[in-house]
């Protein structure tokens, strides 16, 4: 069974910063695509960072430059390390493999806000 459990979400100051984690279990990530999306409320669900098996990072537009993604092989974990945090960034964050088929996390909750 595939499970991916986000954490580090939280709220944080405009500015700010937080380090998202998704520890996966059922699966390698070094061997999946894996990637943050988010949903903020009455929007649609966005891609906000990849990494590809290769290592390869890649960002909306809007991301680059504040936001890094990456993989720790030994703890089977991908991060999501968010800088410069502004209010538009408040949204669920959800982690997901990609392969054959693409898993889910659960989500968890970033508020920007003063």
């Known amino acids: 069974q595939v499970q991916l459990v986000e954490s580090g979400g939280g709220l944080v100051q405009p500015g700010g910063s937080l380090r998202l984690s998704c520890a996966a279990s059922?699966?390698?990530?070094?061997?999946?695509?894996m990637g943050w999306y988010r949903q903020a409320p009455g929007k649609q669900r966005e891609l906000v960072a990849s990494?590809?098996?290769?290592?390869?990072?890649t960002y909306a537009d809007a991301q680059k430059g504040r936001f890094t993604i990456s993989r720790d092989n030994a703890k089977n974990t991908v991060f999501l390390q968010m800088n410069s945090l502004k209010p538009e960034d408040t949204a669920v964050y959800y982690c997901?493999?990609?392969?054959?088929?693409?898993?889910w996390g659960q989500g968890t909750q970033v508020t920007v806000s003063s």
């Open positions: 059922g699966i390698i990530v070094r061997i999946y695509a």
């Open positions: 990494i590809t098996t290769g290592g390869t990072p």
């Open positions: 997901t493999a990609k392969r054959d088929l693409i898993y």
